[in-house]
């Protein structure tokens, strides 16, 4: 009977977890859009930036958005995946400050942003060749001028 | 297997005046986080090393012995830093080591200075520091193979001339270049200021200095294995990497939970019999009654967890060392900190399920200190296997077996499955309460390295395992030692006769009906009180003592267990106990690891006071709210 219990809980627990994630999963784009009070993408940089994958060729042709564009200056959380920045400044307080300069987050640093978690949050952003999680709380407060990869990996 | 040669490089720096002025007795071994530090550790020091905590702080102090020439050389393990400025608990204790200010150790001769070849731009920052402090300091750049494999290259020689310092490449975990430590160790050093670094405090600007020397010393990135990121094209995948998340993480649970629990049990077996054996080598006697029924069945009762906390621990380290459980942790994170934890708590509090004890001694992977601390507090909440032996005997005897929902979900399941979710509730709440008051601000912003993917070795998994069961054993069981004599003790006073007394006038039975007013409005008697007192040592143990009180007692001689309890409590009593057990923290061995891990007697304390409390409460409210209305 003990074993019967015991089963019956495993699955239970089993299912609770699924169910959870499931559940979380599906929620994942509501709460995404309360995340919206941060500091996040207006809605010309938003639009901008669907024109651009539309527009920008597989070269990444900057110079068709580039004068209209007087301020490149984006939080980290605004690029799009496969998307390269130089680190401008961090506004965050000044430990935590000094512990993301220490990871490799310094101004003119170049980072990408590789992918995100499956539930949308945290991100996973490459720099110096590691692969370094933050969660959006964070990232929105790394400002980085954009600028695609060129092959050589040097920007403008 | 070594298609690629490590060669290892000593490369000495400028000037090499060897003065035979003082021999290396103490070492430091300083590295920044994820840089291979302490797989470097057990390499020198194969299992000589010592476990413990620095005064004052939560960070872990590890010394090993090393062989030298002639004499035993002494490495201290510093924690994982980026810099040497007092940032972090971390940072100060490196620091105060370094300069010969920590209580207790001597300060280094030398320093063993470890960087991740394979990100050294980032790494190097760590290097002036280091070398300016003016010790003889050989750099390893570690993870030598991997480098070489992804086809990167570097001029030893020409960084060592930038450092000044010698500099060798290292593979930790194949072992490889290690004889380069030996060499270091074995010349005499003069210490002498380097003046040869300019230290700055800026950061920006030791990156740049960094990336400087990365281009004089010809530094070739190695390019990262492809597999990484097509590993984590699934693995993060957004359907697939949360169903594989599931599957893993079921399947540790399974495991530990389902293979643990029998292995515990054989050894519980194993260990009684073990008691059996050694019986008759003691004079019968009050002797043999403090050693077998006090001290080995009190000690025993710690031992057994002993599988489980194994097992755990080599899933724990096959996942960590193959780079998984940063993944887990990152799918983890949107859920975890919904209750104001974060992603690395998640593989602790589901040990907790299996053992406490082991899911306190996992949070070590939380690297911030208030988030540790809050796992560590809700984790003896969520409902362990200890609980599961006075749970079973209070269902069966309270309460009827029907049929819930179809054949699948009987009344009993169902009840076993409430309290399964009532202990996971109060987890969650009590996380919510700790991150919204004591615990609140994070120390650090949540920063996850996700590692490239690695097989991971037997033997850093085995010293792994090793460790954990050697810090275990010793740790919490001189505290759970004490216990036992205490509670044997009181079970054998007053002395009848020059015999022990009966369980009824001992002084535990004394104590029980002393406290029998505070817990009559929770519908126990002195005898349940009895059990509570002795069960402080384990929940298990009111089983046993249960068994004891009702099997020498007259009226109940000749009944189980089962009906006895049914003759001499309430429903409603019956319910009030299985609320106390699911929130009350009726653990020794737990309290004894609290301290151990929090460096301090405040944690244990709060938590049992405050977990007692919640029990006495919810108990309270059951009994009184069942008693009348089942009237």
Redesign the interface.
């Known amino acids: 009977?003990?074993q019967?219990?015991?089963v019956?809980?495993?699955e239970?627990?089993?299912a609770a977890?699924?169910v959870?994630?499931a559940l979380?999963?599906l929620t994942?784009d509501r709460t995404e859009d309360r995340t919206k009070g941060r500091p996040q993408p207006s809605p010309q940089i938003r639009r901008r930036r669907s024109c651009r994958a539309d527009d920008a060729g597989p070269n990444g042709d900057r110079k068709r958005v580039g004068p209209e564009m007087p301020e490149r200056l984006v939080a980290l959380t605004d690029l799009a995946i496969g998307e390269a920045g130089t680190i401008d400044y961090v506004s965050?307080p000044p430990?935590?400050q000094?512990?993301?300069?220490?990871?490799?987050f310094?101004?003119?640093?170049q980072v990408s942003f590789s992918?995100r978690?499956?539930?949308?949050?945290?991100s996973?952003y490459a720099i110096?060749?590691?692969?370094?999680?933050?969660?959006a709380?964070?990232a929105s407060h790394i400002m980085v001028r954009r600028g695609w990869l060129s092959p050589l990996g040097d920007l403008p | 297997m070594t298609c690629h040669s490590t060669e290892t490089l000593i490369a000495s720096s400028g000037e090499v005046e060897k003065h035979p002025r003082h021999e290396i007795r103490t070492v430091a071994l300083i590295g920044a986080p994820n840089s291979g530090k302490s797989t470097l550790f057990n390499r020198l020091t194969r299992l000589r090393q010592k476990v413990g905590n620095y005064p004052g702080v939560t960070v872990e102090q590890r010394v090993g012995l090393l062989a030298g020439r002639g004499h035993e050389i002494r490495l201290i393990d510093l924690p994982g830093v980026?810099?040497l400025?007092p940032?972090s608990d971390d940072e100060r204790v490196a620091v105060d080591v370094l300069t010969g200010q920590m209580d207790g150790l001597p300060r280094p001769d030398a320093v063993l200075l470890v960087l991740d070849v394979?990100?050294l731009?980032?790494q190097l920052?760590l290097a002036k520091p280091v070398i300016a402090l003016g010790l003889p300091t050989l750099v390893l750049l570690n993870m030598a193979d991997v480098f070489a494999k992804g086809g990167g290259s570097l001029d030893v020689l020409k960084l060592a001339a930038e450092l000044g310092a010698p500099v060798a490449m290292v593979s930790a975990t194949q072992g490889t270049g290690l004889d380069a430590v030996d060499r270091f160790l074995r010349q005499d050093h003069d210490r002498r200021p380097s003046a040869l670094l300019p230290v700055l405090q800026d950061?920006?600007q030791s990156?740049?200095w960094a990336s400087q020397v990365g281009r004089r010393i010809d530094y070739q990135?190695h390019l990262?294995s492809e597999w990484s990121r097509r590993l984590?094209d699934v693995f993060?995948?957004?359907?697939w990497?949360?169903l594989i998340?599931?599957v893993v993480?079921?399947a540790v649970?399974?495991t530990v939970?389902?293979l643990g629990?029998p292995m515990s049990t054989a050894f519980q077996d194993l260990l009684t019999k073990l008691g059996q054996q050694a019986a008759p080598l003691v004079p019968d006697g009050i002797l043999r009654s403090l050693l077998l029924d006090g001290l080995w069945k009190g000690v025993s009762s710690v031992l057994v967890f002993l599988p489980q906390i194994l097992l755990l621990f080599l899933f724990i380290g096959l996942l960590e060392d193959s780079g998984y459980l940063?993944r887990a942790a990152?799918?983890a994170?949107?859920?975890m900190?919904?209750v104001g934890l974060n992603g690395k708590a998640f593989i602790p509090l589901l040990s907790a399920?299996a053992c406490a004890v082991p899911a306190i001694m996992a949070t070590r992977t939380i690297e911030n200190k208030r988030d540790r601390i809050a796992t560590i507090l809700v984790a003896p909440f969520m409902t362990c296997s200890a609980r599961?032996p006075i749970y079973?005997l209070l269902i069966?005897a309270f309460i009827p077996e029907r049929p819930v929902v179809g054949v699948l979900?009987g009344s009993?399941?169902c009840a076993?499955?409430s309290l399964?979710v009532l202990g996971f509730v109060a987890a969650i709440a009590t996380a919510k309460i700790l991150k919204s008051s004591v615990l609140k601000s994070s120390a650090?912003?949540?920063?996850?390295?996700?590692p490239e993917y690695r097989w991971p070795t037997w033997q850093s998994i085995g010293l792994r395992l090793y460790d954990r069961a050697r810090v275990f054993l010793r740790q919490a069981g001189t505290y759970i030692l004490g216990v036992s004599l205490l509670i044997w003790v009181l079970t054998h006073v007053p002395l009848h006769q020059g015999h022990a007394p009966q369980l009824e006038q001992s002084a535990i039975a004394y104590l029980g009906h002393g406290i029998e007013p505070v817990i009559r409005p929770l519908g126990f008697n002195w005898k349940i009180g009895v059990g509570l007192l002795t069960s402080v040592i384990a929940r298990e143990v009111i089983v046993g003592t249960l068994g004891t009180i009702y099997g020498t007692d007259p009226a109940t001689h000749s009944m189980t267990l089962q009906n006895a309890l049914r003759q001499d409590l309430t429903f409603a009593g019956a319910m009030a106990l299985l609320v106390f057990f699911a929130f009350a923290m009726q653990c020794t061995s737990t309290l004894a690891v609290v301290r151990r891990e929090t460096n301090s007697w405040k944690w244990p304390v709060v938590q049992f006071v405050y977990m007692t409390m919640v029990a006495y409460t919810a108990a309270f409210a059951v009994n009184q709210i069942l008693s009348t209305l089942v009237k």
Do not use: C, N, W
């Open positions: 009977m003990l019967a219990f015991l019956t809980l495993r239970g627990a089993e977890l699924v959870g994630i979380t999963y994942k965050l430990g935590d000094q512990f993301l300069m220490r990871i490799g310094v101004p003119g640093a992918r978690a499956p539930l949308g949050d945290p996973v110096d060749g590691t692969e370094i999680a933050l969660r709380e964070t | 980026y810099s400025t940032y394979t990100h731009s980032r920052v950061l920006p990156r740049k990135q990262p984590d993060l995948h957004r359907i990497g949360p998340f599931i993480v079921g649970f399974q939970f389902g629990q940063a990152l799918i994170d949107r859920t900190r919904s399920y599961l079973t069966a979900l009993r399941a076993m499955l399964y650090a912003p949540f920063v996850l390295e996700l």
